[in-house]
């Protein structure tokens, strides 16, 4: 299982980003897909969790209403949309699924800052 996450970068307070995880290794279509968070200091967070065929998602309080994860299953990936971004969302964004056992990628880093 392989995941690889890509789309962070800076961001000024407001703006937009969109994260992706290209998986591999796994028959992907079968797993949740996560999205975790982990700001300096503080203990990893779930952000979003996408099922399967995309037929239900679920957020953090915290995100609700400006974060939306998708996910194409004939591409292997899962997105996080990122939009109306605050300076507490920094954080190195992880990719997460559990196949068996608990598999994450190596995390991208988003900064918000003016």
């Known amino acids: 299982v392989q995941l690889v996450e890509s789309g962070g970068g800076l961001v000024q307070p407001g703006g937009s980003l969109r994260l992706s995880c290209a998986a591999s290794?796994?028959?992907?279509?079968?797993?949740?897909m996560n999205w975790y968070r982990q700001a300096p200091g503080k203990e990893r967070e779930l952000v979003a969790t996408i099922t399967p065929f995309g037929g239900r998602t679920d957020y953090a309080d915290s995100v609700k209403g400006r974060f939306t994860i998708s996910r194409d299953n004939a591409k292997n990936t899962v997105y996080l949309q990122m939009n109306s971004l605050k300076p507490e969302d920094t954080a190195v964004y992880y990719c997460n699924t559990r196949v068996i056992i608990e598999y994450w990628g190596q995390g991208t880093q988003v900064t918000v800052s003016s």
């Open positions: 290794g796994f028959t992907f279509s079968r797993y949740n």
